[in-house]
């Protein structure tokens, strides 16, 4: 065991890639995830302060009687760039935080951090190795529409927005490939976690 401990994953990629499955697999393993997509949704929820910062931010019209807005929310940052560093830099400093108590209360050795926008968000820094999850765009598409009420289109949109495969391989140690059935996906990740444990 190095100094880094725990030894940290991080698990990205982009929309429909499989990621929460593949996390999913390795909790099974025995390794604690982080999910950053929900834990951020919940500190916009229930955080006071960044509560109090989104609305300053972006008005009342933020929360509505279910909590956050987020078809409001979202119609913002999507069409100004600037207003989504706005909402990014209200919300990434208090998961960062969120994750740093989480991983101090963690006994394991191995710990996982799952976020769809890892690589952007610069997070990947602070994990000890980076995993991303690579699928065919059209099998993307085809999952998420399976998944979510959401048209091609929309789907499309979305992945345009997001960084590229080859932009998160660069900046990734291991590879997952999830094109095939989740028999596969299982055994990607048991091959990936041998690897792991040779890098702790
Ligand atoms: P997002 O970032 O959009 O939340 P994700 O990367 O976490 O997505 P998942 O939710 O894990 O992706 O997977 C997307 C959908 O594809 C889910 O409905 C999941 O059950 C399904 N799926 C994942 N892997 C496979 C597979 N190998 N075969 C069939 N379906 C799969």
Redesign the pocket.
Known sequence: MKNNHPFVVGIT?G???????AAKFFEKLGIPVYNSDTRAKLIQNENSEVKAKIIAAFGEEAYDENGLNKAYLSKQVFQDNEKLKVLNSIVHPAVFKDFEDWKTAQKADIIMKEA?ILIESGSYKDCDVVIS?IVDIEKRIA??I??DNLTREEILSRINHQISDEERIAKSDFIID?N???A??KSEVEQTFIKIKKRV
Do not use: P, W
């Open positions: 990629g929309i429909g890639s499989g990621k929460s499955t769809a999850v999952r998420t399976k998944r999830n095939g059935d989740l596969h996906l």
